[in-house]
């Protein structure tokens, strides 16, 4: 059971990006999902996360009012648009398919992330 995050690439500042997560040999369930990022040189940090239903959607203060994640249980697709990008979005982003908290390090096994590059 894998995820895999797609959708990444070189940005222009203010610019825009989807990125995608899809799940292999299993479906998403009744799970809250995530995505982080790692920074060049920092911490994998959370950057949002979204309920089981979609009904409750939670962002870092960073991101807030610029992304927005969503997901499909029907098509077992997790997403994240991202909107007027800054340099400083610059990172891996990974997806997170079983989030219970902003703790990076209660997780075993990521997937491969996305790379996002935002030239300023």
């Known amino acids: 059971v894998q995820v895999a995050e797609s959708g990444g690439g070189p940005v222009q500042a203010g610019g825009s990006l989807t990125l995608s997560c899809a799940k292999s040999g299993d479906t998403f369930s009744k799970e809250s999902l995530a995505w982080f990022r790692q920074p060049p040189g920092k911490e994998r940090e959370l950057v949002a996360a979204i309920s089981w239903d979609g009904g409750r959607t939670d962002y870092a203060a960073s991101v807030e009012g610029r992304f927005t994640i969503s997901r499909d249980n029907e098509k077992n697709m997790l997403h994240l648009q991202m909107n007027s990008l800054k340099h400083e979005d610059t990172a891996v982003y990974y997806c997170?398919?079983?989030?219970?908290?902003?703790?990076?390090?209660?997780?075993?096994?990521w997937g491969q992330g996305t790379q996002v590059t935002v030239a300023s």
């Open positions: 997170n398919d079983n989030y219970t908290s902003c703790n990076v390090h209660q997780y075993e096994s």
